[in-house]
Nanobody, 124 residues
Framework: QVQLVESGGGLVQAGGSLRLSCAASGRTFSSYGMGWFRQAPGKEREFVAA????????YYVGSVKGRFTISINNANNTVYLQMNSLRPEDTAVYYC?????????????????WGQGTQVTVSS
């Protein structure tokens, strides 16, 4: 079993920055690929970014490329999402997810564990 706990969300003005953290625990966590998703009110949950377990490979949805950075610290089992140049359309609940593959996981159905989410609100 893997437990994921997100933190770092909040209210920020457009153009500002936030860093989300996802603390993971679980005996087999060291072999899981990680990702960040978001869900805005009335919309489906969408993929934001993914990272391989080693941290050597990353992938971003086009709308955040160049603004967001996903990273992983295997020493403390934490995944981060650094979000810069935030826009009002980035407003959503952000979720951390873990999947049973150490590589990049780009499909939502392949993620097995989810955090409770953290709210990010960007004001214009």
């Amino acid at each position: 079993q893997v437990q994921l706990v997100e933190s770092g969300g909040g209210l920020v003005q457009a153009g500002g920055s936030l860093r989300l953290s996802c603390a993971a625990s679980g005996r087999t966590f060291s072999s899981y690929g990680m990702g960040w998703f978001r869900q805005a009110p009335g919309k489906e949950r969408e993929f934001v970014a993914a990272i391989s377990r080693s941290g050597g490979s990353t992938y971003y949805v086009g709308s955040v490329k160049g603004r967001f950075t996903i990273s992983i610290n295997n020493a403390n089992n934490t995944v981060y999402l650094q979000m810069n140049s935030l826009r009002p359309e980035d407003t959503a609940v952000y979720y951390c997810a873990a999947g049973k593959s150490p590589g990049l996981i780009l499909t939502i159905d392949l993620y097995d564990y989810w955090g409770q989410g953290t709210q990010v609100t960007v004001s214009s």
